[in-house]
């Protein structure tokens, strides 16, 4: 599960393109392709609907050959079949495990809390990043101290409700300021393709551990390795740090 730019068709060993996405036509590959053009050289405004389009084939286009497309940023992954699209009348993110005061937060809820905005690079196991990306949302230690963290806690789980994907943290990564419980990329509603309405963001750390679709925070006495971490990639995936396969994608 991951939204990444990648330099090959295929997705990486584990990962699937989207079975329900269609393949983009040769008009419409060309035609995006100007547009793409254009974009690129009057930028501005206009960059940005060309490369918000860009977005919407590339989700759909299990060929990888959008990734081609000027104004292409970010390449979409799942490691399900199909992830159903939430909102504030159906999302839900539950708080448990080791904790004082187990909470339930609609969107709403987490917006009323104290908002943290960022701008990071985007970084990639694999090499590549997008820089300068804008995240808001709420810091995940202000979470955990509102439900109160028990003193044997060690560690947080991370699900996903796509149903399948899992991440992980020490209570001492989970701390840090610059990780966030994010409801915004790029200065707009986390989307859905991006992991919305509320991902994951550990900004000192490689992607793959900015967990998508975030829909529970367990607290626990001992660090789970997730999804790919079960798979071989690191578990402490700081950047510049990492001894994680090269190939690991990113979430």
Same mark, same amino acid.
């Given at each position: 599960?991951?939204? *990444? %730019?990648?330099?090959?068709?295929?997705?990486?060993?584990?990962?699937?393109?989207?079975?329900?996405? =269609?393949?983009?036509?040769? %008009?419409?590959?060309?035609? @995006?392709? +100007?547009?793409?053009?254009?974009?690129?050289? =009057?930028?501005?405004? !206009?960059?940005?609907?060309? =490369?918000?389009?860009?977005?919407?084939?590339?989700?759909?286009?299990?060929?990888?050959?959008? /990734?081609?497309?000027? +104004?292409?940023?970010?390449?979409? #992954?799942?490691?399900?079949?199909?992830?159903?699209?939430?909102?504030?009348?159906?999302?839900?993110?539950? !708080?448990?495990?080791?904790? /004082?005061?187990? @909470?339930?937060?609609?969107?709403?809820?987490?917006?009323?809390?104290?908002?943290?905005?960022?701008?990071?690079?985007?970084?990639?196991?694999?090499?590549?990043?997008?820089?300068?990306?804008?995240?808001?949302?709420?810091?995940?230690?202000?979470?955990? /101290?509102?439900?109160?963290?028990?003193?044997?806690?060690?560690?947080?789980?991370?699900?996903?409700?796509? +149903?399948? #994907?899992?991440? *992980?943290?020490?209570?001492?990564?989970?701390?840090?300021?610059?990780?966030?419980? =994010?409801?915004? @990329?790029?200065?707009?509603?986390?989307?859905?393709?991006?992991?919305?309405?509320?991902?994951?963001?550990?900004?000192?750390?490689?992607?793959?551990?900015?967990?998508?679709?975030?829909?529970?925070?367990?607290?626990?006495?001992?660090?789970?390795?997730? #999804?790919?971490?079960?798979?071989? #990639?690191?578990? /402490?995936?700081?950047?510049?740090?990492?001894?994680?396969?090269?190939?690991?994608?990113?979430?």
């Amino acid at each position: 599960m991951s939204d *990444s %730019r990648s330099k090959v068709p295929s997705a990486p060993p584990g990962l699937e393109a989207d079975p329900s996405g =269609a393949p983009v036509g040769r %008009r419409v590959l060309l035609g @995006m392709l +100007g547009l793409g053009a254009v974009g690129v050289t =009057a930028g501005g405004p !206009i960059q940005n609907v060309v =490369a918000k389009g860009v977005d919407s084939v590339a989700q759909k286009d299990p060929t990888g050959l959008s /990734d081609l497309l000027p +104004g292409n940023r970010f390449r979409y #992954y799942t490691v399900t079949a199909d992830t159903p699209e939430q909102d504030e009348t159906t999302y839900r993110l539950r !708080i448990g495990g080791m904790v /004082d005061k187990p @909470m339930t937060y609609r969107l709403s809820d987490l917006a009323a809390m104290p908002q943290t905005r960022l701008v990071r690079d985007v970084q990639c196991v694999t090499g590549w990043r997008v820089p300068k990306t804008p995240f808001a949302g709420v810091r995940l230690s202000t979470i955990l /101290d509102a439900v109160g963290v028990s003193p044997n806690a060690k560690a947080i789980r991370f699900d996903c409700f796509d +149903g399948a #994907y899992t991440e *992980s943290l020490t209570i001492e990564q989970a701390r840090h300021p610059e990780v966030l419980v =994010a409801t915004s @990329m790029e200065n707009k509603p986390v989307t859905h393709a991006h992991g919305g309405p509320v991902r994951l963001y550990v900004a000192p750390m490689y992607f793959y551990k900015s967990a998508k679709w975030l829909s529970g925070i367990t607290v626990t006495d001992k660090v789970m390795p997730g #999804y790919w971490e079960l798979r071989g #990639y690191d578990v /402490d995936a700081w950047v510049g740090r990492s001894n994680g396969r090269s190939d690991a994608p990113t979430v």
